[in-house]
């Protein structure tokens, strides 16, 4: 008859806290729900690269124009595009890259070909013994999408008044 009485409860107070979740769920935002990106991502015409050579602990740059090859040791990479977003979204960088090994015969091996993402190196990384390669960033954008739209003119026109009985902000001093 306890047990009985406690599982009850218990459904109940789930049942509660259920309900009044779901009451204030429509005023929160979508938190779990993946967001798309509104603007389209920009074109750039130039990929940059950081390179390093595990033997000489050598890091180099490599600013690399698109379809255009560029050498670092015995590997040659060519990026064949490169998209940023805008300033006002997430950082996402992204380019499509080839990356060819020379062979002590001169012939070309691929080793990589795929996306490379700025922001998580690790993820599609050039996998080599003596060199890696990854993707910093774009530059020199050759098309941007239109320009965000203003920010709502009532918005700014109306002040946000604090409550009536809300109680006003006091300073503290600080001692330095």
Known sequence: MTQGFCSNRSRIR???VIAGSAAIWPAMPSAG????ASAPPIENSVAEFS??????????????????????GSLRITPRV????????????TSFVEVDEVLL?????????????AESPGLNAVEHPVFDVWLTGCSSPVRTSAAPPPPDKSAREAPVAPPPDAEPLRRRRVPR
């Not at 390179?51 to 670092?72: C, H, M, Q, Y």
């Not at 490169?82 to 960088?93: H, I, L």
Request: positive net charge; contains cysteine.
């Open 82 to 93: 490169c998209y940023t977003r805008q300033p006002t979204e997430p950082p996402k960088t």
């Open 51 to 72: 390179a390093l050579d595990k033997v000489t602990a050598r890091i180099s740059k490599l600013e690399v124009p698109l379809n255009k090859t560029a050498t670092f």
């Open 33 to 36: 729900v993946a967001q798309h």
């Open 14 to 16: 789930s049942a509660l």
């Open 105 to 117: 015969d001169n012939k070309d091996k691929r080793i990589f070909t795929g996306w490379m993402f």
